[in-house]
């Protein structure tokens, strides 16, 4: 059996400053989820930023202390990843900052120095979430698609994930709604959904309301 490897830093987030408030913790992957590089012969390595990126940073960064977690080396990687986020809405984290245990490259979320019932992870690689998958979404890898919707997709239910933090774990959460299951495409697709027929039923209730206020009552009296 390989020996198990760890980082170096036993913590991979800084301390939280005092009287700092603590937010949930979302971590991306970096390749196949946030960015697609390819090769040709004609134009060598191309890098692709997923759509919709930049949005969801700016919207979810409101509700998270942001990872980007890559697993290459700072030195290949750092230049776009930094211009992927141009704000520093994220920590950033790489391949050094991953535990390797029988050869397999994994992102040990018990050493991101936040309560672990407070860390979502989004990945498209078992090894890497295999010590955490209660806490992980799970997506396809992204290849280039240009007219994915994922990332625009995936922000009003990790709204209500950030809602519900604190009060209750997010495992409970993530798998309240599947993630055992399900990818995180479709458990995104399934929560727009809901909330779609929640506001149809609202607006359908409405004009029963209205009628009932103008019929009697305070406001629509009859004389």
């Known amino acids: ?56 940073l700016k919207t979810i960064s409101q509700y998270y202390e942001l990872v980007f977690f890559s697993e290459n080396y700072m030195t290949s990687v750092q230049q776009i990843i930094e211009r992927l986020d141009p704000n520093q809405y994220a920590h950033k984290l790489f391949k050094d900052s991953t535990t390797m245990e029988n050869g397999k490259t994994i992102k040990d979320l018990s050493l991101m120095n936040r309560p672990i019932e407070r860390i979502v992870l989004i990945d498209h690689r078992a ?28 922000v009003p239910f990790l709204e209500l994930v950030a809602s519900k933090s604190g009060k209750i774990d997010v495992r409970t959460i993530l798998n309240e709604y599947g993630n055992r299951d399900k990818p995180a495409q479709q458990i995104a697709r399934d929560f727009i959904t809901k909330l779609q027929n929640i506001k149809k039923a609202q607006q359908q209730q409405q004009p029963v309301e209205d009628k009932k206020q103008a019929s009697g009552g305070w406001f629509g009296f009859r004389k």
């Open 127 to 154: 090894e890497a979430y295999s010590k955490q998958p209660e806490n992980t979404l799970v997506v396809e890898p992204w290849k280039g698609d240009t007219s994915d919707r994922l990332l625009t997709d995936l």
């Open 1 to 56: 059996m390989a020996p198990l490897t760890k980082p170096t830093n036993s913590k991979l987030l800084p301390d939280l400053a005092e009287g700092s408030p603590q937010k949930p913790v979302l971590i991306l992957a970096v390749e196949d989820l946030l960015i697609h590089t390819y090769y040709t012969p004609r134009t060598g390595w191309k890098t692709q930023k997923r759509p919709g990126l930049d949005n969801f």
